[in-house]
């Protein structure tokens, strides 16, 4: 469990679950092997509640990282075309 808010730019100190998201990913581990299989590990992320309300945690081959959320990106591109949302 990281101990501050997984986005680098904000790295606000974790004080409680309740502020925020959390998000658990099964990693594997890289070039370890127990008996001939690939190891694997649950990490955990947190974003405070701030950035948790414009971004999300998301898991790829080389590891986890912070992602605008899909519609953060939808709304932006509304206000810059002019488009109407309704809610």
Not at 45 to 53: A, I, P, R, V, Y
Not at 81 to 86: F, I, Q, R, S, V
Request: hydrophobic share 40%; aromatic share 6%; glycine share 8%.
């Amino acid at each position: 469990m990281m101990s501050n808010c997984a986005n680098p730019k904000c790295a606000k100190p974790l004080h409680y679950l309740r502020d925020g998201r959390v998000f658990v990913f099964d990693m594997p581990d890289n070039g370890k092997s127990l008996g001939g299989k690939r190891t694997r590990h649950i990490e955990h992320f947190w974003l405070c509640g701030t950035c948790s309300q414009t971004l999300a945690m998301e898991r790829s081959a080389d590891g986890a990282h912070v992602v605008v959320r899909p519609l953060t990106r939808l709304r932006a591109a509304m206000a810059v075309t002019g488009t109407a949302m309704a809610s």
